[in-house]
């Protein structure tokens, strides 16, 4: 909780599968989603005003921050079977653009997809910019200092 309120990283210890703090990787693209770019790997990670993801690249090197996720405590709670869960509104800053991004955490898993709104006033339509499903893969180990 302090880490979240000084914008810190979380200790190893304090990042348990009760968490969404940690090392998430990229699963392999369904066919629907075939031809889009994906992340790859991403530390999620404490930051002002909530979370931040953090690309990590193929030798583990820490990247630029392209996820913020604010947290809403009314949109968590645990699954019938006890696992817990929690949904983030957010934005993914992704291609030079920012999308509003709608994510959720399941002690194991983590998803989100992030939309463009239709190009026209009117319109309900959105166009998947990204759409990301993802597997613990252990604790984070990059920091997003001075994000806010």
Known sequence: ??????????????????SIVGRWREAEQAA????????????????????CGVTVSADGACGTVVLKLAVNPQWQ????????W????????????DAPVHATWREA?????????????LSRRSIPLY??????EGPSRCDAPGVS
């Open 109 to 121: 898993s983590f998803s989100f997809t992030a939309s463009e709104p239709g190009m026209h006033p």
């Open 1 to 18: 909780m302090v880490a979240l309120m000084m914008g810190g990283n979380m200790s190893a210890e304090a990042q348990t599968s009760s």
């Open 32 to 51: 629907v989603r075939k031809g889009m770019q994906t992340i790859g790997t991403i530390d999620i990670v404490a930051c002002a005003g909530g979370y």
């Open 131 to 136: 759409i990301g499903r993802y597997t613990r």
């Open 86 to 97: 929690q949904n983030f509104p957010g934005i993914l800053n992704w291609r030079g653009k």
């Open 77 to 84: 709670g645990k699954t019938p079977n006890g696992e817990a």
